[in-house]
């Protein structure tokens, strides 16, 4: 069994910063492809970004903006997000591709981050 669970979240003005941080325990490892994904009110989700153990990658939308390290020591995966814009605002979902290759199939319960113009 894999649990994810997002911290980090929270208020900030636009051009500000927040880390949010996603805590993993059960059958992840180095390896495990971890992403990162959010969900505007009314829209839908929205992938973010994703690291595999050799590389991460990026949306458009906020390539140049936001990082996403891991401390494997930790188990733990970070998104860094810089330069927010009100468009960021949603809640973010963490996951995990355990079962199946390709397919993100344990989430975390959700942070959500609100940008404020």
């Known amino acids: 069994q894999v649990q994810l669970v997002e911290s980090g979240g929270g208020l900030v003005q636009v051009g500000g910063s927040l880390r949010l941080s996603c805590a993993a325990s059960g059958r992840i490892s180095s390896s495990t492809v971890m992403g990162w994904f959010r969900q505007a009110p009314g829209k839908e989700r929205q992938f973010v970004g994703r690291s595999t153990w050799s590389d991460e990658y990026y949306a458009d939308s906020v390539k140049g903006r936001f990082t996403i390290s891991r401390d494997n020591a930790k188990n733990t995966v970070y998104l860094q997000m810089n330069s927010l814009k009100p468009e960021d605002t949603a809640v973010y979902y963490c996951?995990?591709?355990?079962?199946?290759?390709?397919?993100?199939?344990?989430w975390g319960q959700g942070t959500q981050v609100t940008v404020s113009s």
């Open positions: 996951a995990a591709v355990i079962s199946r290759p390709g397919t993100y199939d344990y």
